[in-house]
């Protein structure tokens, strides 16, 4: 039997390939679902953004083309702000659509806002900053109460009330070139935040509607507070250390002190324990302000206690027998402790200047110094009688700093006494030495060659 020929096996192997794939290649397909769009959600808490990784924004792209000033400048100043983030960008606060390059991005159906009213900035600004699960997405250091205390502020109460003078969130922080307060460039800056205050509170036409005093920044400048800030001093407050920032709200008479209470505690504690306590709160004034005023407070004295014609005290006891015999008596306390103070310090400085070194001084003087800070706290207690507790513990002070101080001359003395006797033995041999020299030549000399 003849085997079949290698050609035919040929074409009936390719017959069956072509009756295998034709079937698969002329059925029709079923349609497929369309590829899930990318999620507008950044996974951020209750907060849609677009994804991380989607840096679109044709807002920044079209707006820095145009030749308007008035709609390039927001890009511009946008780009060096602290919302410059995927996560943020324009639509954080104008909505819109930032993936459509045409003016459709403004679209109402977008919820576009192309300039927020006087009444919505906090609204929207509190709807990033009070979202926390949002707000620790992007900086968990940022707190996420500042709506909720700016509400409770006076501004907050006149902004919902309509005042379009009030300040609200974009006056203070501004507008497109938000920089973090941290940074010398922010108003709300600490170095910053005074100069940010006058421009509205310095502004006698701007505070003429709500008959509020313009002189209150020019004050704190000169008073000791302002003073202390001008030089540096970190502790030093300024009109957010005393009023707050977000919640800002003039202090009342029953509050000031709390306010003063922040820095100066132990002040606040000892003035609760005086007469004067009880008596400032029935009569409605403000206990550290009567005294040492608010804005311009000046640098505590010991002459503002006493009898004298500038004594506080005298503003209100000038006719007043037992209050007027209670200052007397701690303005003498006072006086004799800083008699006793500066004792200690000039014996102190006569040894130094004298070449002597007085072992344990600078301790003993730093021990005389704190007793002084502490009687100055004291005294706001109006107890004569602590008041003198405080003076003896400086005495003890004193007289410890000027027994080291004797000790020392007299081991001065002693160390003299040594030497001039050191000197005086030295001298006497010298004089033997020189005599026996003397008279050994001599004998030499009668001896002959």
Aim: proline letters at 7%; hydrophobic letters at 35%; charged letters at 20%.
């Amino acid at each position: 039997m003849r085997s079949p020929s290698p050609l035919l096996l040929a074409l009936f192997a390719g017959l069956l390939v072509l009756l295998g794939v034709l079937p698969s290649a002329l059925a029709v397909q079923p349609d497929q679902p369309p590829a899930p769009a990318a999620s507008s959600s950044g996974g951020l808490g209750s907060r849609a953004l677009p994804a991380p990784t989607d840096a679109t924004n044709t807002c920044a792209s079209c707006h820095g083309t145009l030749t308007d000033n008035k709609l390039r400048t927001p890009t511009k100043e946008y780009l060096h702000s602290v919302h410059r983030d995927e996560r943020i960008g324009c639509v954080g606060c104008h909505k819109g659509d930032p993936r459509d390059p045409t003016v459709g991005a403004h679209s109402p159906s977008t919820g576009f806002i192309p300039h927020p009213t006087h009444a919505e900035v906090p609204q929207i600004c509190g709807g990033c900053h009070s979202d926390a699960a949002y707000i620790r997405r992007i900086n968990s250091r940022l707190p996420v109460g500042q709506l909720a205390l700016y509400s409770l502020s006076l501004h907050g109460k006149l902004t919902s009330a309509g005042d379009t003078a009030a300040p609200d969130c974009s006056t203070c922080h501004g507008k497109h070139d938000l920089q973090p307060p941290a940074s010398p460039l922010s108003p709300v800056n600490r170095a910053n935040v005074a100069k940010l205050c006058s421009g509205c509170h310095a502004s006698k036409d701007r505070m003429s509607k709500y008959d509020i005093r313009t002189d209150q920044f020019d004050k704190w400048t000169k008073s000791v507070h302002g003073q202390a800030f001008a030089a540096g001093n970190p502790n030093a407050p300024t009109c957010t250390g005393c009023h707050g920032a977000h919640a800002s709200t003039p202090p009342d008479a029953s509050s000031v002190a709390r306010a003063c209470g922040r820095c100066h505690e132990q002040e606040m504690q000892l003035f609760e324990q005086s007469p004067h306590s009880a008596g400032f709160r029935k009569r409605g004034l403000a206990q550290c302000v009567a005294c040492h005023s608010n804005h311009d407070v000046a640098r505590a004295s010991a002459n503002m206690v006493g009898i004298g014609p500038d004594a506080t005290c005298m503003k209100c006891h000038n006719h007043d027998d037992k209050p007027k015999q209670v200052a007397s008596d701690i303005s003498d306390l006072l006086r004799s402790s800083r008699e006793r103070a500066a004792e200690a310090r000039d014996a102190v400085a006569r040894a130094t200047a004298a070449g002597l070194r007085v072992a344990g001084a600078a301790y003993s003087l730093d021990q005389v110094a704190t007793a002084e800070q502490k009687i100055r706290a004291i005294v706001h207690t109006l107890d004569p009688a602590r008041v003198q507790s405080m003076v003896d513990d400086i005495d003890k002070s004193v007289t410890e700093t000027l027994t080291l101080v004797a000790n020392a001359e007299k081991a001065r003395k002693e160390e003299r006494r040594g030497y001039y006797t050191a000197l005086a033995l030295a001298g006497l041999l010298l004089i033997t030495l020189a005599l026996k020299t003397l008279q050994l030549d001599r004998r030499h000399r009668q001896a002959g060659p």
